[in-house]
Structures are given as structure tokens and as C-alpha cells.
């Protein structure tokens, strides 16, 4: 059998499935946490944890905080513009600058 078929698959200890269920519980229990405050709280917790391994395990579990949809302004009625029936009856300005008494 040649060598390149045979090749070593690592093995995840069983600490991730006691990780993995704390970040569950944490992350059902802060919804709008993400992985980065649910490590923090591991550490506090004294489970010193890589923040990677954190990440993974959080994605893995599809905890991922959904992303809020920002709400489009409500559309307000427009008016058409009036055209003015003769000259100099509608005026208008445009500010570029503006300057005070006092500078």
C-alpha cells in the first residue's frame, strides 16, 4: 500500500463536546453575543480557551447572531414641482457659504 494513501486523521478530544455545549448554553442564553463575548465569558468561567477553536465550534453549531435589516424610511407623498405661470414669481438660493457679522 503506498504511503500517500495512508495518511493520519486527527481526532477531536472530547473537551470539545463539553465546549461545545457551554457555548450553546451561553449563546442561547445572550443571543446577541457573538463568538468573540462568548470566549470572554469562557475565560472569566476559567476555561482558557483558544479564541479559534471558539470560532469554530460557535459556527459549527450554526450559533451565528443573525444580522438586524436596517428599515427603509417611509416614502412620503411627493409633490410635482409647480411651474410658474410668469417670470420672477418663484425664487430660489443656493448656499455655498455664508458668512456672519462677527467673521
Known amino acids: 500500500m503506498s504511503l500517500s494513501t495512508c495518511r493520519y486523521e486527527a481526532q477531536r478530544p472530547a473537551a470539545d463536546v463539553h465546549l461545545s455545549g457551554r457555548i450553546t448554553e451561553l449563546a442561547l442564553e445572550r443571543r446577541r453575543f457573538g463568538y468573540r463575548r462568548i470566549w470572554q465569558l469562557l475565560r472569566r468561567e476559567g476555561l ?56
Open 48 to 103: 482558557h480557551v483558544n479564541h479559534k477553536r471558539v470560532y469554530r465550534i460557535y459556527h459549527l453549531n450554526g450559533l451565528s447572531v443573525k444580522r438586524r435589516r436596517r428599515r427603509k424610511g417611509l416614502a412620503t407623498e411627493r409633490f410635482p414641482l409647480l411651474r410658474p405661470d410668469a417670470p420672477n414669481l418663484t425664487w430660489s438660493m443656493d448656499f455655498v457659504m455664508d458668512a456672519l457679522a462677527n467673521g
